[in-house]
């Protein structure tokens, strides 16, 4: 899985996935690589990554909430480089901020404010 991570705005934060495939020991003569109902060629086409409905405490998996509770497909994008096929799966991921929220800003929040008590104490 290839992607850079930009945690940026954090817990706000989404990430693009990428799986490629290849096959670095046949060329194209010998083997194409092609995505399930796509054709053989360059560009977008079948379909790449099909997941069921997921549900995850902290990761947001898919487009959209949508996904959660109908699962998603993403498109293959088939490219040939130096006579070998390569297709790449593309998904996209998102941090559900609740979690942070709950982990650690409102715990850090609460050690902050009994730490400040001292100063109103008599």
């Known amino acids: 899985i290839k992607g850079e ?3 940026g705005p954090l817990p706000y934060d989404e990430h693009v996935g990428r799986v490629v495939m290849s096959s670095f020991g046949h060329n194209t ?3 194409r690589i092609i995505a399930k109902g796509g054709t053989i060629g360059p560009g977008e086409s079948g379909t790449g990554l099909s997941a069921p409905p997921m549900n995850h405490s902290i990761w947001a998996l898919g487009p959209d909430e949508d996904a959660q509770l109908e699962g998603f497909q993403t498109p293959s994008i088939n490219e040939v480089r130096k ?3 390569y ?3 593309v998904f ?3 941090r559900k901020p609740k979690f942070f929220v709950d982990q650690v800003i409102i715990p850090c929040f609460l050690f902050l404010l009994v730490a400040y008590m001292q100063f109103w104490v008599d």
């Open 5 to 7: 991570l930009d945690l």
């Open 92 to 94: 996209k991921f998102a």
């Open 29 to 31: 003569k010998q083997l």
């Open 87 to 89: 297709a790449s799966l």
């Open 83 to 85: 006579g070998v096929d």
